[in-house]
């Protein structure tokens, strides 16, 4: 109903457990998936392994009760672009499904360093890749910042699609599916600092 009311989006299909919603996504393809966490019979979780297999650039955003780290960082490795809490506020919501769409991070900058951190905590640096070009990098390296793609734009001083054009061939490059694994490789190439502040030149 939230959604619906929003205007702008349409509700192309609802389902009641995991199977089923992987079932629906396969069949409609809609632009975004709103999946539960918690759901009987196939978690959320599964469900988001399905639909990526079958549509690996599905857009999927994850839903909880619970802003658990276990519960962010599996979603996010199940391959979900976002994570959203039920009790946040219900217009976050309608936020998040449009800015899905637009394959924009659905990550607060709090909730981010939490995912980044552990995700690092489990691999070693690596070098940056020679195939980036440095300007691939630069960008790279503010999407580990967290910042969204208009404010790389007014970073750089260049226009968004520009910007959407090097994040997704960077990613490419890289092998990665969403934003948010985008963010953890930028630190892992020491492109980001401690503190979330980008290394130029990277």
């Not at 709103?34 to 839903?63: N, Q």
């Not at 890749?129 to 999407?143: C, G, H």
């Not at 969403?178 to 990277?202: I, K, T, Y």
Request: charged share 25%.
């Amino acid at each position: 109903m939230l959604l619906e009311a929003a205007g702008g989006v349409e509700v192309c299909g609802e389902a009641a457990d995991g199977a089923e919603a992987a079932r629906l996504a396969v069949d409609l393809r809609p632009d975004v998936v709103l999946m539960d966490i918690r759901m009987p019979r196939v978690d959320g979780l599964e469900a988001t392994r399905r639909i990526l297999a079958a549509d690996p650039a599905a857009r999927i955003v994850m839903l909880t009760t619970f802003a658990e780290d276990e519960n962010v960082y599996a979603a996010l490795r199940a391959g979900a672009i976002g994570f959203l809490v039920k009790d946040d506020d219900p217009s976050h919501m309608v936020d998040a499904v449009r800015r899905a769409a637009r394959g924009e991070p659905l990550l607060a900058p709090s909730v981010l360093r939490r995912v980044v951190s552990r995700a690092l905590s489990a691999h070693d640096a690596i070098a940056p890749p020679a195939e980036l070009t440095p300007r691939e990098r630069e960008v790279l390296a503010l999407v580990g910042a967290g910042l969204s793609n208009h404010e790389i734009a007014t970073r750089l001083h260049v226009g968004v699609t520009t910007v959407k054009t090097h994040v997704s061939t960077a990613m490419d490059k890289l092998g990665l599916r969403n934003r948010v694994q985008a963010a953890v490789m930028a630190h892992r190439l020491g492109l980001v600092d401690e503190e979330f502040r980008p290394r130029f030149p990277g």
